[in-house]
């Protein structure tokens, strides 16, 4: 049985994001080609997926790789819209920047191309990064979807290379590929998202986010200037991008901002029974210290964001103690 909205694909179905983005869409009444990585052993368990409201009739799980662009053909066939989501994600430089680069930007234009071939696709959302934006020399506190991150100057900081330069680099090659095709795509640029997930791993951006929950002393530095925003936002936030008729370019979504100060009297306020590290012990954590961006641009186009920082935590922290990891 198909959904009454039509087919619509989404990649990296077993991450963070896509896993929340394909429940939200079965509840709205999507059908959901799901892309997984192959698994020759059959190792992995995605019942989180198959177990959700409405997945028996209207979600089917395709195997494909961003290492062959190809595999994504069957996946997308038939697809009115394509919501790509999977990145290759490596913080700790396992594999050289030019290598995950590669997978990610050749990846990127295989999907793209699917969607060209299957003549059904009538608008792609691809699931870019605040990373593309904030890591410049512009001087700004505030930026909006003019302003990109400079390679050079990640290459400079010595961290995140691989991430930031590979969800840059994707982007822009995403938005020349489908401007000189005339295929209808648009990005969706999110901050740290924090809240909810299905998936069986632990979050990276959660993780950051309970730091100081979590007693993860080595992450504080990312948490120096914050902006963040609910996991179900973001995945209302793609939904609304594919069905908004005047969708075009780049789109932060983002929903609040605090300080490594504000965080700490925030949570040691909310959440009395964790040892939240006092600001006066916090003043001496070195790290980048990140600019704001705007989501002007999203909600002037009508999107109404639903959740703010106490929901963020209180459901991810409920997550978190669900699943062993608090």
């Known amino acids: ?86 990145t290759p994600v490596d913080f700790t430089n396992q594999e050289p920047e030019p290598v995950v680069t590669k997978r990610a930007v050749e990846g990127t234009l295989g999907i793209l191309r699917a969607c060209l071939n299957a003549k059904t696709v009538r608008r792609v959302v691809y699931t870019s990064s605040a990373s593309t934006v904030v890591f410049n020399q512009s001087g700004v506190d505030i930026m909006d979807e003019t302003y990109w991150t400079d390679v050079d100057y990640v290459k400079s900081l010595g961290y995140g290379g691989s991430y930031f330069i590979s969800k840059t680099l994707t982007e822009k090659k995403a938005l020349e590929f489908a401007e000189e095709h005339g295929l209808d795509l648009v990005t969706l640029i999110p901050t740290f998202i924090v809240g909810p997930f299905i998936c069986s791993k632990l979050p990276g951006s959660v993780r950051t986010s309970l730091a100081m929950v979590l007693g993860n002393k080595e992450e504080y530095g990312a948490l120096l200037d914050f902006s963040m925003v609910h996991t179900d936002d973001v995945a209302r936030a793609h939904i609304f991008l594919l069905e908004y008729p005047d969708a075009k370019g780049r789109y932060i979504c983002s929903s609040d901002r605090k300080t490594i100060e504000d965080l700490s009297k925030f949570l040691s306020a909310k959440y009395p029974e964790f040892p939240i590290p006092t600001v006066e012990s916090l003043k001496d954590v070195k790290g980048h210290r990140a600019v704001g961006v705007t989501s002007k641009k999203l909600i002037d186009s009508g999107f109404q964001y639903k959740y703010g920082p106490d929901e963020m935590f209180d459901e991810a922290i409920q997550c978190c103690k669900e699943k062993g990891y608090l």
């Open 1 to 86: 049985m198909e959904g009454d909205k039509g087919t619509v694909c989404v990649t990296g179905g077993t991450g963070f994001l896509a896993s929340w983005l394909i429940k939200r869409l079965l509840q709205d009444g999507y059908s959901v080609h799901a892309t997984v990585r192959p698994d020759p052993e059959h190792t992995r368990d995605v019942r989180f997926l198959t177990s959700l409201p409405g997945a028996s009739e209207r979600l089917k799980i395709f195997e494909a790789d961003l290492s062959n662009p190809d595999s994504f053909e069957d996946a997308i066939k038939g697809c009115i819209g394509v919501f790509h989501v999977a």
